[in-house]
Nanobody, 125 residues
Framework: LQLVESGGGLVQAGGSLGLSCAASGSTLDFYAIYWFRQVPGKSREGVSCISSNGGSTNYADSVKGRFTISRDNAKKTATLRMNSLQPEDTAVYYC???????????????????WGQGTQVTVSS
């Protein structure tokens, strides 16, 4: 399974961006997707995740109400819609995939083995 992120860029505070995570090499049907972000010199932060069937999602408190995660298994893509962006959202954003057996374990508690290369999001004040 290979993952490629796209959609990053430069945006002014208050603006919006949509990140996409495209999968190849395997179906996404059995994988949860997690979006992480990282700023140089800081630890990686989990932003949002979605279960393999899209039935459950999880958001970091810092992005609740502003970001929306979704997925389209038929297209093998996952999307992170980011609204009301703030300078503190500036980071490299990564998508990751982890096997999800839909056994009730929240997507935020799964192990993520497959990672994309990341896409830069910069929010200017």
């Amino acid at each position: 399974l290979q993952l490629v992120e796209s959609g990053g860029g430069l945006v002014q505070a208050g603006g919006s961006l949509g990140l996409s995570c495209a999968a190849s090499g395997s179906t996404l049907d059995f994988y949860a997707i997690y979006w992480f972000r990282q700023v140089p010199g800081k630890s990686r932060e989990g932003v949002s995740c979605i279960s393999s069937n899209g039935g459950s999602t999880n958001y970091a408190d810092s992005v609740k109400g502003r970001f929306t995660i979704s997925r389209d298994n038929a297209k093998k893509t996952a999307t992170l819609r980011m609204n009301s962006l703030q300078p503190e959202d500036t980071a490299v954003y990564y998508c990751a995939a982890g096997v999800d057996f839909n056994d009730g374990l929240g997507c935020e508690r799964l192990h993520y083995d497959f990672w994309g290369q990341g896409t830069q999001v910069t929010v200017s004040s």
